[in-house]
């Protein structure tokens, strides 16, 4: 029996020409920053336990991962260092022979096609593995970090980083205040466009569990909670973003991704400047899994879970998938 409908949404879904036509979320491999991992020393390419696929380079091999970014069309780089000694104030984290910077180095004279961004935190340099410098008695009494003290730190790894040949810095540390701290470092050193992404509603999150392995950078005591976000909070990371913005941040990032789907929805509906999600390590190592025990179809999940995130208003994506979601954008099976 036929019944008069006027609509019928199952019209534009017929067929896969029509249906690409009519979606509402295109990806771009324009859109896809993959993380890199950079080991002081020479001749290493070791994958990481805890993220199959992926892995810690030193420098001299670097070229690896750059010629394999460059043939998938992935152009746009994070960079992580992971120094060969550690130091109560991350002093690895600002010297001008410290591993970021020789990467950034690195790939500004032999990869000038790889777009610079650079991870601004402490955590991966300072022996205590927190995000900032320390007050109180240590491992054994009560401490914090120490906001106000940490910012000096994290401006002078900015401008380092930028004479390095970062064309991005990308502050984590989560520390009140960063953004407007490495603006005015910046532009006193004349980086006046060089841009800030920064982690503006960064959640205390058990998703960076693999990532920690990676970056050797878990925290010897305590927790990140006094400086990271409380996951039960939405305003707050708007709250966030927005100060970050008025700091002078050019674009602000939510991290995890795929647990705050919500949070990016919030701040790309508020805010004017461009909005990032990180697919952080703990997504990325879940698929890897779950697709290894033959659970789920790993492109299938992959490309779900990318589009849901774009979907959500993120404009770019931070995500070990980068190589892999440019080729299957390439094939048609999303974008
Ligand atoms: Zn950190």
């Not at 970021?100 to 935190?121: N, W």
Request: glycine content about 8%.
């Amino acid at each position: 029996m036929m019944i008069e409908l006027l609509h019928r949404e199952r019209r534009l879904r017929g067929n896969e020409t029509l249906r690409k036509m009519v979606r509402e979320t295109r990806l771009s491999r324009e859109a896809l920053i993959y993380p890199v991992f950079v080991k002081a020393g020479k001749n290493i390419a070791e994958e990481i336990a805890s993220m199959p696929g992926q892995y810690r380079y030193s420098v001299d091999k670097l070229g690896l991962i750059f010629d394999r970014l460059l043939l998938a069309g992935v152009k746009r780089v994070m960079f992580f260092g992971l120094p060969a000694e550690k130091d109560e104030v991350g002093s690895g984290a600002f010297r001008h022979d410290g591993i970021i910077q020789t990467a950034l180095g690195y790939a500004q004279d032999h990869f000038p096609e790889i777009y610079r961004i650079a991870d601004l935190c402490m955590c991966e340099y300072t022996s205590h593995g927190h995000c900032g410098i320390l007050q109180g008695e240590g491992p054994v009494g009560p401490f914090d970090v120490d906001n106000d003290a940490t910012l000096d730190y994290l401006a002078r790894i900015a401008v380092s980083q930028a004479d390095a040949g970062a064309q991005i810095i990308a502050p984590s540390d989560m520390m009140d205040g960063r953004v407007k701290a490495i603006r005015s470092a910046l532009d006193a050193k004349d980086y006046t466009s060089l841009p800030i992404m920064s982690y503006a509603a960064k959640y205390s999150s058990s998703f960076y569990g693999p990532f920690r392995e990676a970056a050797g950078s878990a925290p010897a005591f305590g927790d990140r909670k006094s400086y990271q976000m409380d996951y039960h909070n939405k305003k707050e990371g708007l709250k966030e973003a927005l100060r970050d913005i008025d700091e002078g941040a050019d674009i602000v990032m939510v991290k995890p991704a795929l647990s705050y789907l919500d949070i990016i929805r919030e701040v790309s509906d508020a805010v004017l400047v461009p909005v990032a999600a990180y697919s952080v390590s703990g997504e990325y190592s879940m698929i890897k899994a779950a697709a290894k025990a033959g659970f789920i179809d790993e492109a299938n999940i992959v490309c779900e879970t990318a589009v849901s995130i774009f979907r959500a208003g993120a404009e770019i994506l931070i995500t070990y998938y980068a190589m892999e979601l440019a080729k299957w954008i390439d094939e048609g099976r999303i974008g």
